[in-house]
């Protein structure tokens, strides 16, 4: 029966399992819920026939056996009342009743039995849906954490990336810093060994005034410096 095995393999599922070949694992489980819930109201209807088919068993069978009771009680009143034609009638007429028993009897079994096995069907049925439903509530858990962990997978990985920006940004600095550094070297090497020829020379080609001139000849004069 189709409906049983959809149960049974939904039921024997491993969580995990259905999970990994579910693309969406909460549409997935919905589908399921709607495909059993449907199996349910099939499963429902036909068990409603078959009891009704009981009922229609059992009440012919009751009408029967009455009208048998019937028979015989009319067949003794008969005797009683001294007119055995008439109470042979009435035995004849509850043979024949008793004749059509026999298979009202056999269809009442059958009918029994079968409305006994669609309630048996149905009560596990209505059972398994209703742990199901608890089931799916787990799953639909377990994707929600299964989503938020996938979230911080992808933060954490951004935040490496942005470690790894700032480790190399660090690295640029330094490299500017030591390029800066050794221009000012280099600015300062150039900078030793003082005046070039050009401003050593400006130095000598201004000429002294008249008053520097003697007050120079005096000072060699005393210091006796030709």
Request: proline residues 1%; contains cysteine; glycine residues 4%.
């Given at each position: 029966?189709?409906?049983?095995?959809?149960?049974?393999?939904?039921?024997?599922?491993?969580?995990?399992?259905?999970l990994d070949?579910?693309e969406?694992p909460?549409?997935?489980?919905?589908?399921?819920?709607?495909?059993?819930?449907?199996?349910?109201?099939?499963?429902?209807?036909?068990t409603?026939?078959v009891?009704?088919?009981?009922?229609?068993?059992?009440?012919?069978?009751?009408?029967?056996?009455?009208?048998i009771?019937?028979?015989?009680?009319?067949?003794?009143?008969?005797?009683?009342a001294?007119?055995?034609?008439?109470?042979m009638k009435?035995l004849?007429k509850?043979?024949?009743?008793?004749?059509?028993?026999?298979?009202l009897?056999?269809?009442?079994?059958?009918?029994?039995?079968?409305?006994?096995?669609?309630?048996?069907?149905?009560?596990?049925?209505?059972k398994?849906?209703?742990?199901?439903?608890?089931?799916?509530?787990?799953?639909k858990?377990?994707?929600?954490?299964?989503?938020?962990?996938?979230?911080?997978?992808?933060?954490?990985?951004?935040?490496?990336?942005?470690?790894?920006?700032?480790?190399?940004?660090?690295r640029?600095e330094?490299?500017?810093d030591?390029?800066?550094?050794?221009?000012?070297?280099?600015?300062?090497?150039?900078?030793?060994?003082g005046?070039?020829?050009?401003?050593?020379?400006?130095?000598?080609?201004?000429?002294?005034?008249?008053?520097?001139?003697?007050?120079?000849?005096?000072?060699?004069?005393?210091m006796?410096?030709?």
């Amino acid at each position: 029966m189709g409906i049983l095995k959809r149960f049974k393999d939904i039921m024997s599922a491993n969580i995990n399992a259905l999970l990994d070949k579910a693309e969406d694992p909460e549409k997935m489980i919905d589908q399921y819920m709607r495909d059993m819930q449907e199996d349910l109201r099939k499963v429902k209807s036909e068990t409603a026939t078959v009891m009704a088919e009981e009922q229609r068993c059992k009440r012919q069978l009751d009408e029967c056996d009455a009208e048998i009771a019937k028979m015989q009680n009319y067949a003794e009143k008969a005797l009683v009342a001294g007119n055995e034609a008439d109470a042979m009638k009435f035995l004849e007429k509850k043979n024949q009743l008793v004749q059509k028993q026999v298979p009202l009897q056999q269809a009442y079994d059958a009918a029994a039995a079968n409305s006994a096995k669609m309630r048996q069907l149905h009560d596990k049925l209505t059972k398994d849906v209703s742990e199901l439903n608890a089931r799916r509530d787990a799953i639909k858990a377990k994707v929600q954490v299964a989503k938020t962990q996938e979230k911080m997978n992808k933060m954490m990985g951004s935040v490496d990336n942005a470690a790894g920006s700032m480790a190399a940004f660090e690295r640029m600095e330094a490299k500017a810093d030591a390029m800066l550094d050794k221009a000012n070297a280099m600015s300062e090497l150039n900078s030793i060994g003082g005046d070039s020829i050009d401003d050593l020379a400006s130095k000598y080609d201004a000429a002294p005034s008249a008053d520097v001139q003697d007050e120079l000849a005096a000072l060699k004069a005393k210091m006796g410096i030709q």
